[in-house]
Nanobody, 126 residues
Framework: QVQLVESGGGLVQAGGSLRLSCAASRRTFSSYNMGWFRQAPGKEREFVAGISRSGGLTRYADSVKGRFTISRDNVKNTVYLQMSTLEPEDTAVYYC???????????????????WGQGTQVTVSS
């Protein structure tokens, strides 16, 4: 069992920045690919960013490429999402996810994720 606790959400103006953090409970944190999904009201949950176990591989949704950066610290058991140049369309609940895999690559579909955090609200005002 892995518990994921997100923090760092809030209200920001368009063009601003936020950094989300996700602390994992398990000491085998480095065995999991980590990532972020988001869900806006009335929309399906969508992939935002993912990072491999070592941090050497990252993937991003096209809508956030160049604006968001995912990173991880395997000593602190924490994954981060640095969000810059935020847009009102980025408003959503953001979920941290953990994906236990021994395969190379970063998965991007919700059904492949093993654990989910409770979510943190990000609101971008225009």
């Amino acid at each position: 069992q892995v518990q994921l606790v997100e923090s760092g959400g809030g209200l920001v103006q368009a063009g601003g920045s936020l950094r989300l953090s996700c602390a994992a409970s398990r000491r085998t944190f480095s065995s999991y690919n980590m990532g972020w999904f988001r869900q806006a009201p009335g929309k399906e949950r969508e992939f935002v960013a993912g990072i491999s176990r070592s941090g050497g591989l990252t993937r991003y949704a096209d809508s956030v490429k160049g604006r968001f950066t995912i990173s991880r610290d395997n000593v602190k058991n924490t994954v981060y999402l640095q969000m810059s140049t935020l847009e009102p369309e980025d408003t959503a609940v953001y979920y941290c996810v953990a994906d236990y895999t021994t395969l190379p690559g970063v998965h991007t579909t919700p059904d492949r994720m093993d654990y989910w955090g409770q979510g943190t609200q990000v609101t971008v005002s225009s």
